[in-house]
């Protein structure tokens, strides 16, 4: 299943890379909804057993907090951060990708004059019973 889940979103990187996916970002939302989505907000954009993938706003910061059952992906398409992954601290901006493995407390604070937007892939189907907040 691990395999099938990397290979799907391995796919989905390579089209918003390429920009395919950029025009018609999902079916469900425009870019220009996407670009007016008020932040502060997660959009599910899809959801089966395997995995849930979501469009998030972040508009200052998402506090430490860890998943216990979930790997996630995720795909900034546009801001600025600091990013903490466990011991590691770094900046995070457009393009980049990166991967929380499960257990792993992350934090992101967002240093840009625009929010930080993303599409996070978690595997299996994530329904927020995992989310464990850590104290800093």
């Given at each position: 299943?691990?395999?099938?889940?990397?290979?799907?979103?391995f796919?989905?990187l390579?089209?918003?890379?390429?920009?395919?996916?950029?025009?018609?970002?999902?079916?469900?939302?425009s870019?220009?909804?996407?670009?007016?989505?008020?932040?502060?907000?997660?959009?599910?954009?899809?959801?089966?057993?395997?995995?849930?993938?979501?469009?998030i706003?972040?508009?200052?910061?998402?506090?430490?907090?860890?998943?216990?059952?979930?790997?996630?992906?995720?795909?900034?398409?546009?801001?600025?951060?600091?990013?903490?992954?466990?011991?590691?601290?770094?900046?995070?901006?457009?393009?980049?990708?990166?991967?929380?493995?499960?257990?792993?407390p992350?934090?992101?604070?967002?240093?840009?004059?625009?929010?930080?937007?993303?599409?996070?892939?978690?595997?299996?189907?994530?329904?927020?019973?995992?989310?464990?907040?850590?104290?800093?």
């Amino acid at each position: 299943m691990q395999q099938q889940f990397h290979f799907c979103f391995f796919l989905l990187l390579m089209g918003l890379m390429s920009g395919l996916v950029k025009g018609q970002t999902f079916p469900a939302l425009s870019q220009a909804q996407l670009d007016t989505m008020p932040c502060g907000k997660v959009i599910k954009l899809s959801d089966d057993p395997h995995c849930s993938s979501f469009f998030i706003c972040i508009p200052e910061q998402v506090k430490k907090h860890k998943h216990e059952h979930h790997t996630e992906h995720v795909y900034v398409l546009e801001g600025e951060a600091e990013m903490v992954l466990g011991e590691k601290k770094f900046t995070v901006r457009k393009g980049d990708f990166f991967i929380i493995p499960q257990g792993t407390p992350h934090a992101v604070k967002v240093t840009s004059s625009i929010p930080l937007k993303v599409i996070s892939v978690q595997s299996p189907q994530f329904d927020g019973s995992d989310r464990v907040w850590v104290q800093e």
